[in-house]
């Protein structure tokens, strides 16, 4: 069956400029996370939805981040004002249950 | 917070057994994972363990959870040169919204 997707799967941007990032989880999964994975700073948790309950953003960086999911389904990931420090792989995940996280391929985000 | 360690690098030879080792902090962890990474690609999930069990095999894999000293490892048996790959121990908190990484283990397996 198909497995999570994300779009685009490269994005270079110039700094200052917005971006958005979008998931689509696989169906069924109630649960969906962005991640982002860096050379410095390893995986990092940025924020989890769950079904229709306020998301956890815990893990966002700066005010500069935000996500939103529509319809409990698809999620967009948006920086606005990129900086270079923003560069990375952004992953998503989503899962059914507590105990598996499955993750897509990630979005490669390059701030020049 | 939470903290989770492994070491950096692994290197064998095709056919022996590798074992990744893994320590974490948090001891009210539900899950304890492990994800594969190749280059160029996104994390794949390898095996898990519920964090009441202390052992779960699959096929080559068998991982080994001691609680009480917070750490966990995963054996691949039989390793092959299509096991290299950068390997993560994650746990999941008790709230179930997160998981935490190790900083992954890249794991050379010569021929």
């Known amino acids: 069956g198909a497995g999570v997707s994300q779009s685009p799967s490269n994005k270079v941007t110039e700094k200052g400029k917005d971006v958005e990032l979008r998931c689509d989880p696989i169906?069924?999964?109630?649960?969906l996370y962005w991640y982002r994975q860096s050379l410095g700073q390893g995986l990092e948790f940025l924020i989890y939805?769950?079904?229709?309950?306020?998301?956890?953003k815990s893990g966002l960086p700066s005010d500069r981040f935000s996500a939103e999911r529509t319809g409990g389904s698809v999620s967009t990931l948006t920086i606005q004002r990129t900086q270079q420090e923003d560069s990375a792989v952004y992953l998503c995940?989503?899962?059914?249950?507590?105990?598996?996280?499955?993750f897509g391929p990630g979005t490669r985000l390059t701030v020049t | 917070g939470e903290d989770v360690e492994q070491s950096l690098f692994l290197s064998v030879r095709e056919g022996d057994s590798s074992v990744i080792n893994c320590t974490y902090t948090?001891?009210?962890?539900?899950?304890l994972y492990w994800y594969k990474q190749e280059p160029g690609a996104g994390l794949q999930l390898l095996t898990y363990?519920?964090?009441?069990?202390d052992m779960k095999q699959d096929q080559r894999l068998t991982v080994l959870l001691n609680k009480k000293d917070k750490h966990l490892s995963l054996r691949i048996a039989d390793t092959q040169t299509g096991d290299s790959a950068i390997y993560f121990c994650?746990?999941?908190?008790?709230?179930?919204?997160?998981?935490?990484f190790g900083g992954g283990t890249r794991l050379m397996v010569k021929p």
């Open positions: 995940a989503s899962s059914r249950h507590r105990d598996e996280q499955y």
């Open positions: 169906s069924g999964h109630t649960a």
């Open positions: 939805f769950q079904g229709n309950s306020a998301p956890d």
């Open positions: 948090d001891s009210s962890s539900t899950y």
């Open positions: 363990i519920f964090s009441n069990m």
């Open positions: 994650a746990e999941m908190n008790n709230a179930g919204n997160m998981l935490t």
